[in-house]
């Protein structure tokens, strides 16, 4: 289903990305990229200039509006079928077991995480950046989505590369300070700085869950300058955003 989902929206003319994961065919899942139809800029921030038009682009693609989440670095889960009102959530992950409800997150340089278990039960997306990775968002949404990790299907979308991801000490030290380990994801760069692999930071995490079904990863937002958003490059609030749901 994810090669149709392609075929779409290349006949469409979107550069947007499908997970190469093995989940079920129940299971739909993208990554919007800076770039809508027709060659016109695709921005999901609140600070875009026509948020109605990308929301129209959105519902060609969508079964129902997501669940947009008031994110803040943090870990919270938001259950997408208990929320009722049109507010936005105070979280940074979402789970939903119902058909057609939408998980989404939205980013410009953090790990967006796509979940589904084997059997294509229950859906989740994490906004993951080095703060949300240390907090532990990652355990959290398994915790959330209430099946065993090794039923686990985890999705790695667009995020700032290992060469280009430029921290300091308290970066190296948020994530060291419980897992030692984790400093074999941090390269020495200059005096005090590292380049931290926010990638491998979420891989070690997911792992250390139970997790084995892990995919993606393999963009970087800050040097593909043509295809993505980047909060580190651009100085601005432009985002990409993910979505997975599961349909009936």
């Known amino acids: 289903m994810s090669a149709l989902l392609d075929a779409k929206f290349a006949a469409a003319g979107l550069d947007w990305i499908v997970p190469d994961w093995p989940a079920p065919s129940s299971v739909r899942a993208f990554s919007t990229t800076r770039n809508g139809s027709r060659g016109r800029p695709f921005d999901l921030s609140r600070h875009a200039p026509d948020p109605a ?6 519902r060609r ?16 889960v938001c259950h997408v079928d208990a929320v009722l009102s049109d507010g936005a959530p105070r979280a940074d992950a979402a789970v939903a077991r119902s058909a057609g409800s939408v998980c989404a997150v939205l980013t410009a340089d953090c790990v967006p995480v796509l979940f589904t278990d084997r059997a294509g039960l229950v859906v989740a997306a994490a906004h993951a950046g080095w703060r949300g990775l240390a907090a532990g968002v990652l355990e959290t949404t398994l915790v959330a989505m209430r099946v065993e990790p090794d039923a686990v299907l985890a999705w790695l979308g667009p995020a700032i590369g290992p060469r280009a991801f430029e921290v300091g000490a308290d970066v190296l030290e948020a994530h060291c300070a419980e897992d030692p380990d984790a400093t074999i994801c941090f390269t020495p760069f200059k005096p005090g700085k590292w380049l931290a692999d926010l990638y491998a930071l979420a891989r070690r995490r997911l792992a250390r869950a139970g997790v084995t079904s892990i995919h993606g990863g393999e963009h970087c937002t800050f040097t593909e300058r043509d295809r993505f958003y980047s909060y580190r490059r651009d100085h601005g609030v432009s985002s990409m955003a993910s979505f997975v749901w599961r349909e009936a």
């Open 61 to 76: 693609w969508l079964p129902e509006d997501p669940v947009w989440l008031t994110q803040v670095h943090g870990n919270a």
């Open 53 to 58: 038009v990308m929301h129209a682009e959105l």
